[in-house]
């Protein structure tokens, strides 16, 4: 086999499972154990993957992200042959490992020991194979004597050490990974990302994941899956930023839906009134109204006010607070010695903020008019008037993301 040759190949590949609709009755029947034979249940067919052609070459690792239920996790028992598409074709080329469901084929009863030669057949190994990797899978579960229990007393997080140990060693041609780096604790994900790495240079990859960050970091090309159908496709860094554009638009309509609806208002007011905050919108950098913001994005603050009554030294605050009362960020026209002129009855004032380095997640502002700089006795105070959120791909912790860069100087 070639270097560049196609691995996998789908040919307008199409999946449709049958779903049983029931009525309510039907449920409530069923719930309450009786029998349902004088009202039959519909079938639905419904189409997990509709009309998806790719292909993948040898030692490519390829990216697959979409929303829950988009129809990435089928594509992989498609090409695991754990299910045959409905219309299309699906051609695989070597010895497939497959990821998915890890330890879904052990026998309870045999130890652990036991369903490493089980596992090992049912891929394909002969006895003498795996007797030759037997030593790497032991060392890499580090499950050490318990090997010698019959595996229905793993716990979960062992399973899945037993059972990655075993994919990883049986020298597949293409493997198959659903977010397998987040099986395990700490220290045993950062030995199959290394292990990850390893099989990158000699194995074809596709990888399932939710963690654009990670499928930014390992895939070069990526493939973007709505509702069954391959939505877009190309290199890494484009279709995630393209789709997490998307997410952002969803997100953001939701939100903006969810207000509308006005759901339980969270908002504290307070003050003297020769000042009204009319109204407060977070916008974008065009100035249009928006919810939802990526953390390299412009939040503008429009404040629309209305002045009923002449006032002394008038000032305008904002304050960011996190989801659980964080204080992040404060800031009033006084601090930027700025004198305003509230002279006509309406007015707008903005506050613009030129990127968002916070962790992701929602936000909350409380915005202010006060006169020389007390706050204590404003002229409006609306806490918590509106929300945002923040959504990034950063994953670091704390609340704000400060630049940062490692290096690992070798001392000589
Ligand atoms: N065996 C099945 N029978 C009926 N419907 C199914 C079956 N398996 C999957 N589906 C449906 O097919 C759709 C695609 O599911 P799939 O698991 O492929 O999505 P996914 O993109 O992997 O989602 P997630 O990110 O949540 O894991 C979903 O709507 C799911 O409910």
Redesign the pocket.
Known sequence: MGLGEHMIQFDQVSKC?V?QARTFRESLTRLCGQSIEREPSREAG?W?VKDVSFEVRRGETLGII?D???????ILKLIAGITVPTHGRVNIKGRISSLIELGAGFNPDLTGYENIYLNGAVLGLTRREIDGCLGQIVTFSGLGSFLDVPVKYYSSGMYARLGFAIAVHVKADVILTDEILAVGDTAFQRQCLRKFKELQAVSTIIF?S?DLVRVKEVCSRVLW?KQGRLHGEGESEKVIEAYLQAVQRDRDHHLRADKNRDHAPEERRRGTGEVEIVEVATCDGTGAPRMAFRGDEVLLVRIKYRVHKPCYDPGFGINIMSHDGVFVHGTNTFIHGMILDLTREFGTIELFYPNLPMVPGPYWLTVGATSDNDWSVPYDLRERVCKFEVLSTRRDGGLICLEHRWSYPVEH
Not at 68 to 74: D, F, L, R, V
């Open positions: 499972y779903r419904f997990a979409g829950n239920g988009a129809g990435k996790s089928t399932v939710h899956i």
